[in-house]
């Protein structure tokens, strides 16, 4: 198939064809300031280079800060009220049931990687977990051999069919990680700057996990080493001649008491106080498969109230409660934070920078939990960096989202 170098309309957004590999990353977690204390310990010239010569701001992710809405948000362009995924759970009440939102499914819009495949171009996605490779990669054609999509969780069982690619451990010349692991980010990493070495794909996404920002703070040894990693692949995807765009899902902060254990409040408890045991029905959007690092407690949650529930005066009663930031109804949530109605609860709530909402008390292993709780969900963890290894002109007063990452690497590079 031959490009004619048209503009990619894809959700209403306008994308120019890429002219070089270009590259947007999603940085699972990247809390402000980890780049930073990476830099100042001297353990990320790449990062520094880009930040001085290219582009580095802040922009805002959307909320929920959770990282299957902001990853879904970043590969379409647009919030979760367009593409359906407001987080990995919601209730379906005319079956009654709690339902994972992991399927393709349930996305409702194209993603920009289909776009600009389907207009021709050759691109690539690599997510850590596999989860996110399902919805990522929807709509790529693999029979046209210009798509390859697969996540390091199952780099193992990729398959040409499914994947555009197979033997990926000898492609990328890594073991298979293990999924609650640094390397299963590096491998993300190892894999994209092989993918641009061997098939120079136009375009690019590479998502990582967070399950060292959720393990350790800003400035750590720990920390510190991840960035530097990334660092270390950052320079050779610059060295290739990619444009690169960093952006993260969402931030991360410490969500524990003086004694360390997690400060949550329990609102399935609370709600059961008032207005019978079962009769509410508190659903967290952050609940998956992979919970040791977080153990399902996030600063997001949706509640659905029982049929003829007073939900002013349960909205007063939750504001009431110390760590509770924001609670408003479904109406208000959704024109706020751009959210899909259908998927989201009669109340949404949101707790203070360091405390998580939970649902009952029994319900949470926390046995997982080998550090103090670190998490996100909230309005605390909206901020997020963007950078850029060249310069970008932004249009003035453009309140900057995390999801422009694609318009900024494709439309806005100087
Ligand atoms: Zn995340
Ligand atoms: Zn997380």
Redo the contacts with the bound molecule.
């Keep these: 198939m031959t490009t004619n170098g048209n503009p990619i309309i894809v959700n209403g957004r306008s994308y120019s064809p890429p002219t070089r590999p270009t590259v947007v990353i999603c940085l699972?977690?990247s809390e402000p300031g980890y780049i930073e204390k990476a830099i100042d310990a001297g353990v990320a010239p790449t990062f520094a280079r880009f930040m001085k010569e290219g582009a580095h701001v802040h922009a805002a992710s959307v909320i929920p800060s959770?990282?299957n809405p902001n990853n879904l948000s970043i590969i379409t362009g647009r919030p979760p009220a367009v593409h359906g995924i407001a987080g990995n759970y919601f209730y379906d009440t005319t079956s009654g049931t709690e339902v994972m939102m992991n399927d393709p499914k349930f996305l409702r819009a194209p993603t920009i990687l289909a776009g600009v495949h389907d207009a021709g171009y050759r691109v690539a996605a690599v997510t850590a977990k596999d989860k996110l490779r399902a919805l990522l990669a929807h709509g790529l054609d693999y029979s046209t051999g210009r798509a390859f999509a697969f996540s390091a969780e199952r780099a193992d069982q990729a398959t040409i069919a499914a994947n555009g690619i197979d033997d990926v451990l000898d492609f990328v010349g890594l073991p298979l990680p293990e999924v609650y692991s640094a390397d299963l980010s590096r491998f993300v990493f190892a894999a994209g700057v092989k993918l641009v070495e061997r098939h120079r794909p136009d375009l690019m996404y590479l998502s990582t996990t967070?399950y060292i920002?959720?393990k350790v703070g800003l400035g750590t040894k720990i920390a510190n080493d991840f960035y530097a990693m990334i660092d270390g692949y950052l320079a050779q995807l610059d060295a290739l001649g990619c444009t690169i765009v960093a952006t993260a899902d969402?931030g991360?902060n410490d969500k524990y008491l003086a004694d360390g254990k997690p400060d949550v409040i329990y609102l399935q408890d609370v709600m059961d106080d008032w207005t019978g045991k079962g009769a509410a029905r508190v659903i967290l959007p952050?609940t998956d498969p992979y919970v040791a690092?977080?153990g399902s407690l996030?600063s997001f949650a949706t509640i659905y109230t029982p049929e003829g529930a007073d939900i002013d005066t349960l909205l007063m009663r939750l504001r009431d409660i110390n760590g509770i930031d924001v609670a408003l109804t479904r109406k208000d949530a959704c024109a706020r934070f751009e959210l899909p109605p259908d998927r989201i609860g009669d109340i949404v709530v949101i707790s203070s920078k360091h405390k998580v909402l939970g649902t009952s008390a029994a319900r949470h292993d926390l046995s997982g939990l080998t550090e103090p709780l670190r998490?996100?969900g909230g309005l605390t963890e909206e901020r997020v960096p963007l950078i850029a290894n060249r310069k970008i002109a932004l249009p003035p007063d453009h309140r900057l989202r995390n999801f422009d990452a694609f318009d900024v690497a494709l439309n806005r590079i100087q």
């Design positions: 699972d977690g959770f990282t967070d920002q959720h969402h991360m952050i690092h977080h996030g998490s996100h």
